[in-house]
């Protein structure tokens, strides 16, 4: 027996084993229930500031490579403006100092030529011939700075010519390249557009599969017997205990198709599909609504509708993976702890139960037991009531026979004749002597 005080009307009772064991065992269950549930809000808590820290980390480092690629961007543009508008102005001025000096040249040559021409008005006939050499040498020089002029011209519009076709080939190429994807992607239908998305991220995962996760489980979702089914199951362990489980879907559609969908019209359905197969995450990997500005900064927590639920871009993929498993990874040991309590807890539950059956089927045969006592019990009772009966019966026969043995004791001849003249003179003839005999 335990004696307890209560702490309200600090009045002491007393109680069983089996009643001490009993509260004892609520006040344990609560504690137990109050610290997993303390824990388990410490790890959400915990995992769900690493997640906000890594997405706004990532959302961080990704508006930053995109000012630097706008900054590289505009500082090349600016560049190739500058270095356009150089080379232009270069080409211009040398162009012009180019005819200049051939023009220069030319008026020296035609100035020598005349100033020749009149030496040779003046000189004499020795003197004509050499003068006319010296001409024709300078008429030839003039000429050939003419054909330099010319080809110079030629090959500048050879060169211009040139690049405008190769820049028209590389336009007319990359025009159809994007006729040749649209056609194609006109020629695929949902389905394969699907198939192709989940193509690239199976692919993903599997270049980095051995180092990245290499006791992680990532199948596709093939059980279909509840009516409906996800695209990949990602699930990471650690020495047995699981680290992080992913349900993941991939959605995409034509630019041709004429309804679109909405990212939303998935997550009602990827919610039940999470829950059947028992995963803690729900990511769905979309490329529908490609001009939201929500949907393209990369990584959207929708918990707010369905609890641990995310969409994200194919790009940000592998990084979702890595942030969950990380953050899975914080709560390890928690898992770890909180499994070997349960475990315990379970030890101890299944001892109760046990114990719990044993009095439940001692308690039924111990009734038993005692309605069939009772039953014999009633039964000698009645048994003993009829000997009681009977026995009142022989003790009153045998009074009876008493009382005749006393009438019977108290019966003389004298009250047997009494008022009975008869009977009374033969018995008092058989108390007379009887007469001699005469011989």
Known sequence: MHEIKCPNCSQTFTVDKAGYANIARQVRNAEFDHEVAARLELAEAEKKTAIELAETKVASQLQHDVAAKDAELLELTARLD??????????????????NDLA???????????????????????????????????????????????????????????????????IADRDGEIERLKDMKAKLSTKMLGETLEQHCDVAFNQIRPTAFPNAYFEKDNDASAGSKG????RDYDDGTEIVSIMFEMKNEMETTATKKK????????????????????????????????????IVDVSHRYPKMYVIRPQFFIPMITLLRNAGMNSVGYKAELELARTQHIDVTNFEDQLETFKSEFNMNYQRASTNFEKAIKELDKSMANLQKTKEALLLTAKNFRIANDKAEKVTIKKLTRGNPTMTEKFAALERPDPPTVE
């Open 82 to 99: 500058q270095l356009t508008r150089e080379n232009q102005t270069a080409v211009e001025l040398a162009e012009a100092k180019l005819r």
């Open 104 to 170: 220069q040249a030319a008026a020296n040559k035609d100035a020598e030529i005349q100033k020749l021409r009149a030496e040779l008005d003046a000189a004499g006939d020795k003197q004509q011939l050499a003068l006319n050499q010296a001409v024709g040498a300078i008429e030839k020089e003039r000429d050939a700075l003419k054909n330099s002029l010319e080809v110079a011209a030629l090959e500048r519009s050879q060169a211009e010519t040139s690049l405008k076709d190769r820049y028209e080939g590389q």
């Open 231 to 234: 695209d990949f199951i990602f």
């Open 263 to 298: 990212n939303e019209d998935f997550l009602k359905e990827l919610d039940r599909d999470r829950t059947e197969k028992g995963c803690e995450y729900a990511v769905l990997v979309s490329l529908l609504e490609t001009d939201s500005e929500l949907y393209n900064t990369g």
